[in-house]
């Protein structure tokens, strides 16, 4: 068996009282989203399935034959009815009759439109073929790790009669499209009881005339591939044996931590990339192994694997035995900038006339004996994938070289798959980028209204968002509702006391393991107390000062630290107040400590201009919605202060602004935005005042 972890027996999920009364369509939505839910069975995105369905004719009334198959760019186990294709048989049988042969078979893509049925808009994947010319009314296409470990094993075809026998067929490696569809259906022809076929270097194709039935199947053939792999493998030392052994958890995040901001800044020359941890027993069972290197340097079998992980990855000259991190930095241009070069001559290698331009040549994945994965994209999702990608890889090196000899595919063919002409068209189909598209943020207060407020506007920018607070409830209550709304992948946790100098650095490391570094640091974190000077005390002076001035100091150091790692500039935002310009009455101790924070960031400013680290400050006033600080005394402090009761203190705000207005969490978040964005990409030094009008507090 390829992995440890994929043992337990496949489950059969199919709930015969769920499916009663179900359409065929239907039926196929609920197998596909089973299928789809076990990464045993197959990767995210990789994979399809398919129904041939009689439904009646919107134009002609009559009863036609209708394929649905999962549309280009779709997840079986989260598509809904509207990822799937549907296209009239007849029409796609009539293609045949005007295909020109294999050097012509990406035209045939361009035809596939023409068989659309009942004007469905989404696009038809390049498997299309592949399901409508087998002669059966379901089709699963799976890529699961154990039949893709007998795919790229050297004698795969021995392999697959020897554990099949003739229920399971064998096709040599062929790109995905129209001339493999035509191989397909002659296969199918000449071998009439055959249930599927192990595609070489590719993945699993299983068929049958009943839903439930295909469903059945395809388990059953992948768990007899596991079964064998277990039998075959027992006792068997995976990938050479251990030449390394792995540091402990922490060690390995504190490695990580401290490479994934160098190695961020060397690759997002072209946009902001986003990084990805793994220690998995997987990934540290195959980084720690003798043979680890050679199985890495063959590169990856299955095209969905390599279209997500680069034709191989890049190892990190690391002894875990001898850790020496600052040698590891300090080799670390040099690898990468060799890598670059190893990619580029494949490119040149391997270009046809019509290739697309080379694209991003950095590695996608980095490998560090004794710790672990990291992995890089252009975004959080998408570098978590292309991590879980790779471990399908080992998976696959795992059982293909425990059985046989593991090979990838030929470089020529890989770099066809990558740089084929119908992927690249897909890939210019996809949308532009956010504003905030691969950055990295930390807000601190995130728990409060600004903090989250400013959360949710980056995150709907498409940056990566840490927030940071001490009180622990409600950051994890912010921070389930962020990821409800936007994503799991692209919020994360820290509680942090903004004072304390260790729990500061401890949260720069979590946010390099968890996304690879910070670009954007929104200093938020506040207190607020209302006293006259003869009634403070020197413990409330202190701590205003402590938490206002000395933490805005301790968080934006080590944002510098890590920005000054990764070479590519930031954004530090100070959320400061009206109060550090315009003096208030009976808050000494909160208008000095506002006072410090401004002309700090004045001073950060000044030092990070060289590097491109941009500072600048955002003064909000009388933001009571959502704000921690107006739930305690300071709310009856100020209200007395200014003769109002509670009710009475926003309406006594507003009507003070010049603009007569409320100023909101929402408000302060758009400045904050804007400041971090490339809209104020020649801003530093600058002050926004947000509290709808205030002559006092006027800059200038």
Known sequence: MPDANTRQRLENKWDTARAEGMSEPEKLLYRSNLLGSDKRITNYGGGNTSAKVMEEDPLTGDTVEVLWVKGSGGDVGSIKMDGFSTLYMDKLNALRGIYRGVDYEDEMVGLLPHCTFNLNPRAAS????????????????????????????????????????????????????????????????????????????????????????????????IQTATDWFAEQTTGHEAFGGAVHASLTPVDRRDVAARLMPAIRGMVSGRQHMVGHFTDSDTVLDFVNAKDMTRLAALGTSCPDHFLRTKICPLVVDFDPANPDIDATLSGLSAAVD????????????????????????????????????????????????????????????????????????????????????????????????????????????????????????????????????????????????????????????????????????????????????????????GIASSAPVTETSLELWNTNMSILSTGYFLVSREAFRVMQVQKMGGAVVFVASKNGLAASPNASAYCTAKASEIHLARCLALEGAPEGIRVNVVNPDAVLKGSKIWSGDWLKERASTYGKDKAGLEEHYRERSLLKRSVLPEDIAEAAYFLASDLSAKSTGNIINVDAGNVQAFTR
């Open 126 to 221: 390049i498997d299309t073929p592949l399901h409508a010319y087998v002669p059966r009314k379901h089709v699963d296409h799976m890529h699961p790790d154990a039949i893709i470990a007998i795919a790229a094993a050297k004698d795969s075809k021995a392999l697959t009669a020897q554990i099949f026998g003739d229920s399971i067929g064998w096709l040599p490696w062929k790109k995905p499209g129209y001339e493999l569809g035509l191989w397909l259906s002659d296969f199918c022809e000449k071998n009439p009881g055959a249930k599927g076929v192990v595609l070489e270097s590719h993945g699993l194709f299983t068929w049958a005339d009943d839903a439930r039935e295909c469903y059945d199947l395809t388990l059953e053939i």
């Open 338 to 525: 060799a890598y670059r070069e190893g990619y580029i001559a494949y490119y040149d290698r391997c270009k046809r006339d019509d290739s697309p331009a080379i694209r991003d040549p950095n590695a996608v994945v980095y490998l560090i004996p004794g710790v672990g994965m990291i992995t890089f994209a252009k975004d959080k999702a998408t570098a978590r994938i292309s991590g879980e990608f790779y471990v399908n890889a080992i998976n696959v090196m795992r059982g293909a070289d425990a059985v046989s000899e593991y090979q990838g595919l030929p470089e020529q063919e890989a770099f066809d798959i990558e740089y084929w002409l119908l992927e690249e068209a897909k890939l210019q189909r996809m949308p532009k980028p956010k504003a905030l598209a691969g950055r990295v943020a930390l807000v601190t207060g995130g728990a409060g209204g600004i903090g989250s407020a400013t959360a949710a506007r980056y995150l709907r920018e498409g940056a990566c968002v840490m927030l940071a607070d001490i009180d622990e409830a409600a950051l994890a209550e912010t921070v389930a509702s962020l990821a409800e709304q936007f994503s799991p992948d692209v919020v994360r946790a820290v509680a942090m006391n903004v004072t304390d100098e260790t729990a500061v650095a401890a949260a720069y490391a979590e946010i390099a393991a968890e996304f690879g570094g910070v670009d954007i640091l929104v200093s938020n974190a």
